[in-house]
């Protein structure tokens, strides 16, 4: 898996940035997916993420992370030639945090930062895989897997 990591605010150590990668490794590998999987994390302020959420989902409002997949809107019968270049490297998407938000929540959940970032980046990835959670089954199913990636990578609570 290639993780391409962008920190626009120059505020990842070289460990955490690690961990990005390897956290995203382990929750590939968790899911089966092909080595020839990548995707970009971007790491942003509060006020990018926002833009970005009043502009993408039309909340003007500070989040922590955003995905976008590409493969959700590409349909293999329509776009053959598309499909075909995916199929060499598949790109998941892009997944957006704030690092300011990250370091919020870290402290209102009562975990480390890191515990924190890694939740995030994971629970972004499982959206760029076609996990979601907008019903109740839906959120039982990615909540479960984001705990046991989590856990099984040594990012417990």
Do not use: W
């Not at 993780?3 to 590939?28: G, K, R, S």
């Not at 990548?38 to 302020?45: E, K």
């Not at 590409?74 to 199929?87: G, H, K, L, S, W």
């Not at 705990?147 to 990578?153: A, C, E, H, S, T």
């Amino acid at each position: 898996m290639i993780v391409e990591l962008y920190d626009e605010q120059q505020t990842l150590t070289d460990e955490l940035t690690q961990m990005v990668q390897d956290v995203l490794a382990y929750a590939a590998d968790y899911l089966e997916l092909e080595e020839n999987c990548a995707m970009s994390v971007i790491i942003v302020d509060n006020e990018e993420i926002q833009n970005i959420n009043r502009e993408y989902r039309q909340k003007d409002a500070v989040t922590d992370v955003i995905s976008f997949a590409l493969e959700e809107s590409v349909v293999e019968d329509d776009f053959p030639a598309i499909q075909e270049v995916m199929d060499e490297s598949r790109e998941l998407g892009d997944i957006f945090v704030s690092f300011q938000r990250a370091q919020e929540q870290a402290v209102e959940y009562g975990h480390s930062f890191k515990r924190e970032l890694g939740f995030l980046v994971v629970h972004g990835f499982l959206h760029l895989n076609g996990y979601d959670h907008m019903t109740e089954e839906e959120e039982a199913e990615m909540f479960d897997l984001q705990r046991d990636i989590l856990d099984g990578f040594g990012l417990v609570r």
